[in-house]
Each structure stands twice: as structure tokens, then as C-alpha cells.
């Protein structure tokens, strides 16, 4: 079969490989499509820490089952429509146990240490379904939609942790697919009032905010964004910011246009080489602002998010604006990096 194989960082190749076997404890199912994201692009380029060996790429997954092993529990029978967590908690440890099972200290991931969705056929190992974490998917939902689930519950994770309330004024960094899904959570689930979408890249903010249709946008690369931000409040300054990039200004600039007892969410990881900001202390003591660390999700997100696009609370299926084949994955890589695209995905 053909797979998208990571090598070493600057060498992930479209290959022929065998076709893989399905084990006593695991499913086997038929790819229909992963989807991308900025992830798979830092792969690209930095490798990952997490990636110690040739491996499948693509975390973002849905398919149909086409074997299933003697000893897998459950009602699963070949056919399913089926969509697989990305990062895989050990279901055992104190964060586990306590319910935090996005910051379990065992975590792994399909597409780092298991083989990927980047591929015609993928092994959903034992971790995944110890964990409940292969999820049916909804009658009238896409493969290319369930595919989607995957980073809209990444959001739902960093929004529940918020305490947004009717009405809030929400600014989101980044029009990204990422940055989409959030305007949409906020405004589906959460009822906020504006939304604000920030971004330095004035083609892809243009197109986002035509899909997602946020009250107001900032193009950052000629506008300052706090001080349009607080114009808008008449100096109150946002309720709630989610900074969906990687860049350490929209962290910083976050703490300075937050009102008092504000809800940031440092959504975006930043790179590793460049991982700190300058924060004005007093800022969060005086405004008392709350600060939010966002990593992954959890199973339950997963689910929640196939339900959320199921009853069409939140859409996702217009995000999805190129479909490309397996055999020009390494165009779609492409394609994210320069935000050609609001989300990306691959059909095997």
C-alpha cells in the first residue's frame, strides 16, 4: 500500500509499503481520509520527540473498519465508520485517574509512535481502545467531517477550561482551521457576543472570516491589535482571548488588551528554540486575569465534537476546502504552511 513515511526531519517520502497486519487486540480499518495541520507540517521540517523511528504520518483520522482481532470487546463489526483519537492517554496514571487524561504524563499518539492515517489501511492499536477512544461515527456525518473531529476537540478542551459566559467578548488569534473552530465553539456553544479574529496573513484572514464570519477582523501586520481591541471595548478590553498561533507576540498582546478577570487561553504552543514571554506581572495581579495552558483533549472531546457536527451546533464540512490525494500529500504539507487553505484533507 502507499503511505506517507517520516524518515528524519526534511525527508518524509511517499512510499509502497506492506500492508498492515491486524493484531488479536487491534481493528484494522480503510483510511477515508486524514486531514492536516500545523503539526504535520513542524514534522516536516523538526521532526518530533515523540518520533524515535520510521514511521506512518497523520493524526487526524476516520475510515471504515475492514478487520477486527479475536480477542476486541465490544459491538464493533466490519463496515463501521469509525474516527480515532490522536493523542492516547495511558487511562492508569494520577492525571487519568483524576480525569485530566489530555495531560496524562504517559500519553502517545497515532502518527508518532503508532502508525499514521497517511496511509490506504491503519492498525488502531490496543492503547486506543482501552481507552474508548475509537468513536463511531454519526449518521449524516462525512469521513472528511469525522476526520475534522480530531482538532475541534483540541478546541473544545482549551474553551471549557474558560468560564466563557453569555455574551463575552472574544478575541481569537490565528484564522487558521483551528482559529475557525474556535470562533464557531464560542459562538454555537458558548453564546458569546463579538468575535474578533486576528491574524498577519490578510488573504487567509479574508477567507476564513468569509467562512466563519466573525463581527470584526484585524489584520495584525498593519494594525496594532490591542489597541484596536480596546477602542472596541471603549477600553474594558476582551473578556476572552484564545491565541490559536505560535507566535510569543499574540501571548503578549493577549495580557494587554484582557479586562479585569479576564480568560486567556494559550492555545498555541510556541517553538521550542523560542519558548518565553515577557509578562508584566501586574497586569494579571491587578486585572486578576486567569491563564489557561491548553493541551490536546481527552476521549470525551472526541465524542463531543461528532455529536457538536452531527446536529449541526457547530459545521465543519465548509472548512474543509481542498481535498487532495494520498498521492500529493506532500502538496497538501505545502498547501498549510503558506495558508492557502482554510483546513486540508487527505483521501487515500
Not at 470562533?183 to 453564546?191: E, L
Amino acid at each position: 500500500m502507499k503511505a506517507i513515511r517520516f524518515h528524519a526531519p526534511e525527508d518524509v517520502r511517499l512510499e509502497d509499503i506492506p500492508e498492515p497486519e491486524c493484531g488479536p487486540d487491534e481493528i484494522k480499518i480503510k483510511v477515508h481520509n486524514c486531514s492536516t495541520c500545523g503539526t504535520d507540517v513542524k514534522i516536516l521540517h523538526n521532526g518530533h520527540q515523540n518520533i524515535t523511528r520510521e514511521t506512518t504520518m497523520g493524526h487526524e483520522v476516520a475510515g471504515e473498519i475492514v478487520e477486527i482481532g479475536a480477542n476486541v470487546g465490544g459491538d464493533w463489526k466490519v463496515g463501521d465508520r469509525v474516527q480515532s483519537i490522536a493523542a492516547v492517554p495511558c487511562g492508569e496514571c494520577y492525571e487519568c485517574k483524576h480525569g485530566w487524561m489530555q495531560v496524562c504524563e504517559n500519553q502517545t499518539s497515532v502518527g508518532y509512535q503508532y502508525d499514521g492515517g497517511f496511509a490506504e489501511y491503519m492498525i488502531v492499536p490496543q492503547q486506543v481502545l482501552a481507552v474508548d477512544g475509537l468513536n463511531r461515527i454519526p449518521e449524516g456525518v462525512g469521513y472528511d467531517e469525522a476526520s475534522a473531529a480530531e482538532p475541534f476537540a483540541c478546541a473544545i478542551n482549551a474553551q471549557e477550561q474558560l468560564g466563557i459566559e453569555e455574551g463575552d467578548f472574544a478575541v481569537i488569534f490565528g484564522a487558521g482551521p483551528i482559529g475557525c473552530m474556535h470562533t464557531r465553539i464560542a459562538r454555537g456553544v458558548h453564546k458569546v457576543g463579538t468575535v474578533v479574529l486576528i491574524d498577519i496573513n490578510a488573504e487567509r484572514l479574508a477567507m476564513s472570516a468569509d467562512a466563519v464570519h466573525p463581527d470584526v477582523t484585524i489584520d495584525a501586520s498593519t494594525e496594532d491589535p490591542v489597541a484596536r481591541v480596546m477602542e472596541l471595548t471603549n477600553g474594558r478590553g476582551a473578556d476572552v482571548i484564545i491565541t490559536a498561533t505560535p507566535a510569543n507576540v499574540t501571548q503578549e498582546q493577549a495580557l494587554r488588551m484582557a479586562a479585569r478577570n479576564g480568560r486567556i487561553s494559550f492555545f498555541g504552543g510556541l517553538p521550542k528554540t523560542n519558548p518565553t514571554i515577557t509578562c508584566d506581572s501586574n497586569l494579571v495581579h491587578y486585572r486578576q486575569l486567569h491563564i489557561h495552558g491548553a493541551n490536546g483533549s481527552a476521549p470525551e472531546h472526541n465524542k463531543r465534537a461528532l455529536q457538536y457536527i452531527a446536529t449541526g451546533q457547530v459545521p465543519v464540512k465548509d472548512l474543509i476546502t481542498r481535498h487532495i490525494k494520498l498521492e500529493d500529500a506532500l502538496e497538501a504539507f505545502q498547501i498549510v504552511a503558506k495558508g492557502e487553505a482554510i483546513k486540508v484533507t487527505v483521501e487515500p
